[in-house]
C-alpha cells in the first residue's frame, strides 16, 4: 500500500526560499519515480520535476531553474526546493508516484498526497 504525505507548505515572503517534503511509505519506496506537481486556484494542476529513486532528475520546460527534486532514500523522502518565491508560486503543491519512467504529466499519475499549502506574500 502507496502513502505519500506532503508537507513543509507556509507563508513565505517573495524572495524567500521553501524545502517541501513527500513522505513515501511503501513496502518498497524505491520502486516509485516521484514526481512534484502544483496547483493555483482557478488553474490547471501543473507539473514541476520527477525524480527516480537513483536520483536522476526531470524538470517541467515551462519552469525556470528555481527549482529543485531531491531524494533521501534512507529517509524515503523526495524534497522540493523553491528558491527566489513569488507571488506566482501560491499553490497547493503536491507529490506523486508511479512506476516505470518518470514524467511530469498528471495523467501519468494514479498515487497522490493530499498536498500542502504554499503561500507567498508580503
Known amino acids: 500500500h502507496l502513502q505519500l504525505v506532503e508537507s513543509g507548505g507556509d507563508l513565505v515572503q517573495p524572495g524567500g526560499s521553501l524545502r517541501l517534503s513527500c513522505a513515501v511509505s511503501s513496502s518498497d519506496p524505491n520502486a516509485y519515480y516521484i514526481a512534484w506537481f502544483r496547483q493555483a486556484k482557478r488553474k490547471r494542476r501543473e507539473g514541476i520535476g520527477c525524480?527516480?529513486?537513483?536520483?536522476?532528475?526531470m524538470y517541467a520546460d515551462s519552469l525556470n531553474d528555481r527549482f529543485s527534486v531531491t531524494r533521501n532514500n534512507s529517509e524515503n523522502t523526495v524534497y522540493l526546493q523553491i528558491d527566489a518565491l513569488k507571488p506566482e508560486d501560491t499553490a497547493e503543491y503536491y507529490c506523486?508516484?508511479?512506476?516505470?519512467?518518470?514524467?511530469?504529466?498528471?495523467?501519468?499519475?494514479?498515487?497522490w498526497g493530499e498536498g500542502t499549502q504554499v503561500t507567498v506574500s508580503s
Open positions: 525524480i527516480s529513486s537513483s536520483g536522476e532528475s
Open positions: 506523486a508516484a508511479r512506476q516505470w519512467l518518470c514524467s511530469v504529466n498528471t495523467w501519468d499519475f494514479g498515487f
